[in-house]
């Protein structure tokens, strides 16, 4: 899926309700609300879907030294895993939260 891929209404739900629930790490650190970027979960080189995604600042998100904060890039932190779970475990977790159908797969 590339990101150009067409987006069905049930994608612009979730998109929409993730952009403004904020941050999942930031949630799960006890500061929701973040502003968050959109994070699409990646599997072998190719973007799942839309429903596929998660809501991450730029300091989750990417590597920001100013922040202080555990980033997912580069490389999928283990450290970011060690604290926060697998990108899945946090679809699962939002899907719950956000009352949406799980397709997380787990």
């Known amino acids: 899926m590339g990101p150009s891929e067409h987006q069905t209404a049930e994608d612009k739900r979730w998109i929409e309700a993730i952009v403004d629930f904020g941050c999942i790490a930031c949630t799960l650190d006890g500061y929701p ?16 879907g839309h429903r596929f995604s998660l809501p991450l600042c730029p300091g989750h998100h990417q590597h920001d030294s100013t ?27 939002l899907e719950t939260l956000l009352g949406f159908d799980h397709v997380g797969g787990i």
């Open 33 to 48: 609300g973040t502003p968050p970027c959109v994070h699409h979960i990646v599997d072998f080189g190719r973007r799942m």
């Open 67 to 93: 922040s202080g904060k555990i980033a997912l890039h580069p490389g999928r932190s283990k450290a970011f895993i060690a604290a926060y779970g697998t990108e899945l475990q946090l679809l699962h977790r």
